[in-house]
């Protein structure tokens, strides 16, 4: 739940993309990811609530799967969202890069600062969101949030096939790594033109702008911010959503 006492940020309007067309295969057979539900309510909708709980985004826009819309729509007005911002719901393409680049052409005009938030992530406290406005607001052309690595990570060289063992490559420092979370932010101008340049699929957007040879800086992530991927992250999301109820009384 967002804090209305808090000032609006000044400057540049922001709005939020969602992707949110794709089919989720780990997490089993059934609706797309987007729409499994969490505490009985769609992650998509925790997703938006998260993005509009930042008073500094006047816009979210959804990007649904290409035949579903229309049902994307009708769950969004079926569920109480913050009055101060706008909804937009666009079909979206066959990657994640192509519906990034839908929605983003679905922005008005005056739009600034863009963040693109994986549906996926509906727990993202509005914290995290308003650091990495701020970083976008005070320069930075890309921003995402991050998080040290817990786990000693290894460099090997990929099985051959299924199940052989995988020989170790090299052990990167792990001091120097971050795990990638979002929303990511970007200046809008720089996210466009990434999008017009880089032609090959990528993971992130952040990853886009680094190839312009432009710099992607770190603001700290969140636990709670993780990825819902597989069941055991959906057991997890119940038990924070359980914990914000006890702390908040919602």
Same mark, same amino acid.
Not at 39 to 51: D, K, W
């Given at each position: %739940?967002?804090?209305?006492?808090?000032?609006?940020?000044?400057?540049?309007?922001?709005?939020?993309?969602?992707?949110?067309?794709?089919?989720?295969?780990?997490?089993?057979?059934?609706?797309?990811?987007?729409?499994?539900?969490?505490?009985?309510?769609? %992650?998509?909708?925790?997703?938006?609530?998260?993005?509009?709980?930042?008073?500094?985004?006047?816009?979210?826009?959804?990007?649904?799967?290409?035949?579903?819309?229309?049902?994307?729509?009708?769950?969004?007005?079926?569920?109480?969202?913050?009055?101060?911002?706008?909804?937009?719901?666009?079909?979206?393409?066959?990657?994640?890069?192509?519906?990034?680049?839908?929605?983003?052409?679905?922005?008005?005009?005056?739009?600034?600062?863009?963040?693109?938030?994986?549906?996926?992530?509906?727990?993202?406290?509005?914290?995290?969101?308003?650091?990495?406005?701020?970083?976008?607001?005070?320069?930075?052309?890309?921003?995402?949030?991050?998080?040290?690595?817990?786990?000693?990570?290894?460099?090997?060289?990929?099985?051959?096939?299924?199940?052989?063992?995988?020989?170790?490559?090299?052990?990167?420092?792990?001091?120097?790594?971050?795990?990638?979370?979002?929303?990511?932010?970007?200046?809008?101008?720089?996210?466009?033109?990434?999008?017009?340049?880089?032609?090959?699929?990528?993971?992130?957007?952040?990853? %886009?702008?680094?190839?312009?040879?432009?710099?992607?800086?770190?603001?700290?992530?969140?636990?709670?911010?993780?990825?819902?991927?597989?069941?055991?992250?959906?057991?997890?999301?119940?038990?924070?959503?359980?914990?914000?109820?006890?702390?908040?009384?919602?």
């Amino acid at each position: %739940m967002s804090d209305d006492s808090r000032p609006t940020p000044s400057g540049a309007r922001t709005a939020a993309v969602i992707p949110a067309a794709g089919r989720g295969v780990r997490l089993g057979p059934g609706a797309p990811k987007a729409l499994r539900t969490l505490n009985g309510t769609p %992650m998509l909708i925790h997703a938006v609530r998260a993005m509009a709980a930042s008073r500094a985004v006047s816009l979210v826009v959804v990007v649904a799967p290409p035949d579903g819309a229309a049902e994307v729509k009708t769950l969004l007005d079926a569920h109480a969202l913050p009055e101060r911002t706008d909804f937009l719901v666009v079909p979206g393409g066959e990657s994640r890069q192509e519906s990034v680049r839908i929605g983003l052409d679905a922005l008005p005009p005056g739009i600034d600062i863009v963040l693109v938030h994986d549906a996926a992530r509906p727990l993202v406290p509005v914290d995290t969101v308003d650091a990495v406005i701020e970083a976008v607001r005070d320069g930075a052309p890309a921003v995402v949030p991050a998080l040290p690595l817990a786990d000693t990570v290894k460099q090997v060289e990929p099985a051959r096939a299924p199940g052989e063992p995988e020989p170790v490559v090299a052990t990167p420092e792990r001091a120097r790594l971050r795990a990638v979370q979002t929303p990511q932010g970007f200046d809008r101008d720089t996210l466009v033109r990434a999008h017009e340049t880089v032609t090959e699929n990528v993971t992130d957007d952040a990853s %886009m702008v680094e190839q312009l040879g432009l710099r992607v800086v770190v603001v700290p992530g969140h636990e709670e911010a993780f990825k819902v991927t597989r069941p055991l992250d959906l057991v997890l999301a119940e038990a924070v959503l359980a914990r914000r109820r006890l702390n908040d009384g919602f």
